[in-house]
């Protein structure tokens, strides 16, 4: 099966992690998901939510990348983002009325997997979701004495 990957330079600034959001729907459109799918409302939260990490946290570009397969195909979604920062992410907990601390607390509950990894002189956080099987329904064949057999 092909995967297809795809990725966006993120810069240092909080006002990319819309821009990663914006882009990263878009990429997902264009695999064949559909926007208001759960996978992809789920998928963008996560992209927000460690985009946020790299770019407020270390101060660092980061480069933003999603691999899937074909459309409608079962399989694994993955999400990684890495950062030139060589700070592993710190899960913190948030309490009451903080603003944040939730992030990687989110990451943990949406994804099936995550984790990081050292990477160069920096790090790759990444997450995975598995996508779904396609439904597929039985085909019954119907032999022209299965009715008098029924009714009989």
């Known amino acids: 099966m092909q995967v297809l990957q795809v990725q966006l330079e993120v810069g ?3 006002a990319e992690v819309g821009r990663a959001r914006r882009w990263a729907r878009s ?46 195909s079962a399989g694994t979604v993955r ?10 992410p710190r899960p913190r907990h948030a309490e009451g009325e903080d603003t944040g601390g939730r992030g990687l607390e989110l990451v943990d509950g ?10 160069g002189a920096g790090k790759r956080i990444w997450c995975e979701i598995d996508r779904g099987v396609p ?10 004495g299965d009715r008098a057999r029924l009714r009989g």
């Open 12 to 14: 240092p600034d909080p």
């Open 27 to 72: 990429r997902l459109i264009g695999s064949g998901m559909e926007d208001d799918e759960p996978l992809a409302e789920t998928l963008i939260l996560l992209i927000s939510e460690l985009v946020t990490n790299a770019v407020v946290h270390t101060g660092c570009p980061a480069v933003l990348r999603m691999l899937f397969g074909p459309a409608g």
């Open 79 to 88: 999400v990684e983002v890495a950062d030139t920062s060589c700070r592993p």
């Open 110 to 119: 949406l994804a099936d997997r995550w984790g990081w990894q050292p990477e």
């Open 135 to 144: 439904v597929v329904l039985p085909v019954i064949q119907e032999h022209p």
